[in-house]
């Protein structure tokens, strides 16, 4: 598998630590409500198909990503920065 | 006076190894800069830091992914985002720069006893490296000036192209006697001569 770093262009996958599925919402840190904390930390919806997921360049350029995976096929249709700003 | 050591302590063994019988393909040494600094600028104050190091530096920096350039006594490229590697010959520029960029701008660390150079060069040096890392190193995809961050299993390097068949190579200190001898065994085939 190849992730495109948009820094450093197409690399093995093994430069990249997988860092957690990026379709979750952070509760309002204030919050104490123990069901959407319980939800946040914890349940996973476990796509079959397209996934929105954190991975970091840790052998490269060192940046986080955002990457859309496809969970079935592997097949990787987007790969942004993490923190949205220009590479 | 305090004794320098060599991190690679006795896997350094100065002359020619491996297959030379036909002429060595590939010179490893160790050029040993007294500065190895990386420079990262704040979200939108990389022109200040280019700016800075051009001042303190001479370097002009390309502003492209992996980007840099190369002069008699220093060196600089991209290595991710907004982070550059520089190095010099003499000592101090982690002092110099950090004076000249201002906290506001971005952050100056020094690696000069945290990384060592290792450089390889000779008509096989794109042919040795290739076997270590997952790059094209064919100078169209790879120009002179330019750098890469990868890993070799788990050691990261930093490689820069600083010549048509001459790399310099940034590995962790600590990795540096593992790396050298594993680039050793990988050079054998071609021959190689260190100095
Ligand atoms: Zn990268």
Known sequence: ?87 | MVEQMSPLGDAYVPGSHGNFADGTGVKISLPQPGSIVEATAWPGREAALAGAIERVTGLSLPHHPGGGVVTGDRSGFGIGPRKWLLTDAAEGLAETLRDALGIENGTVTDLSHGRTAIRLEGERAEWVLAKFFALDFSSDAFPVGSGRATMHHDILAQIQRTGPSRFNLYVFRTFARSFWRVLCHGAEEVGYEVR
């Open chain 1, 1 to 87: 598998m190849l992730i495109s770093c948009p820094y450093c262009g197409p690399r093995d996958v093994s430069e990249f630590t997988y860092q957690g599925d990026a379709t979750r919402t952070r509760p309002d840190p204030a919050s104490a409500d123990a069901a959407a904390w319980h939800e946040y930390v914890y349940e996973r919806s476990n796509e079959a198909g397209p996934h929105r997921e954190f991975w970091q360049h840790a052998g490269g350029c060192r940046a986080h990503v955002v990457v859309i995976r496809n969970t079935v096929t592997h097949e990787i249709s987007s790969v942004a920065p993490a923190r949205g700003d220009r590479i």
